[in-house]
């Protein structure tokens, strides 16, 4: 089992920056793959961006591309998303997860473990 706890979110004026972070803890975190998705009201979950176990891989959304980076700290058992420019449509729940597995995973049903989500809400 693994378990993950996001934090980092809040309110922010579009164009500005926030860093989430997701803390894991009951595995060797350097054997999971690991990734963000948002989900913004009343639609699905949507992959945003991963991770591969060592931090040498990582692919993006096109949504994000170019906005957004991912990187992970294995020592400190926690991954990253660093959210730049952002846009009223960024706004969403935004989940991490986790796969026992090394390289990357971009689809929702790849991943076996989830946190509980923190809301990002961009004002215009």
């Known amino acids: 089992q693994v378990q993950l706890v996001e934090s980092g979110g809040g309110l922010v004026q579009a164009g500005g920056s926030l860093k989430l972070s997701c803390a894991a803890s009951g595995r060797t975190f350097s054997n999971y793959a690991m990734g963000w998705f948002r989900q913004a009201p009343g639609k699905e979950r949507d992959f945003v961006a991963a991770?591969?176990?060592?931090?040498?891989?990582?692919y993006y959304a096109d949504s994000v591309k170019g906005r957004f980076t991912i990187s992970r700290d294995n020592a400190k058992n926690t991954v990253y998303l660093q959210m730049n420019s952002l846009k009223p449509e960024d706004t969403a729940v935004y989940y991490c997860a986790a796969d026992v597995a090394l390289g990357l995973r971009y689809h929702e049903d790849e991943y076996d473990y989830w946190g509980q989500g923190t809301q990002v809400t961009v004002s215009s």
């Open positions: 991770i591969n176990w060592s931090g040498g891989s990582t």
